[in-house]
């Protein structure tokens, strides 16, 4: 199994590169792949959602959620 990511920017990066990703994934990744502030729990959640979704590692538990 691969390891999973520690940060969520690094998370949104490698979303970024599935050639499935909707527009609208496409936007949400790009604004968090740079984002310093912290995620809401809507979109640690929908970040989840999409990781899950392309076939890509969790976000690490206690990880750089925000």
């Known amino acids: ?7 969520f ?3 949104a990066r ?3 590169a599935v050639e499935s ?3 609208k994934e496409g936007q949400f990744c790009g604004g968090l792949a740079y984002r310093a502030a ?3 729990d809507k979109q640690a ?3 989840c959602i999409l990781l899950d ?3 890509l590692p969790a976000l ?3 990880g750089e959620h925000g």
């Open 60 to 62: 690490a538990e206690g």
């Open 1 to 7: 199994m691969a390891k999973p990511f520690n940060r």
């Open 45 to 47: 959640n929908w970040l």
């Open 21 to 23: 990703l909707s527009e």
């Open 38 to 40: 912290p995620l809401s």
């Open 9 to 11: 920017s690094d998370a």
């Open 53 to 55: 979704r392309h076939g």
């Open 14 to 16: 490698a979303l970024l």
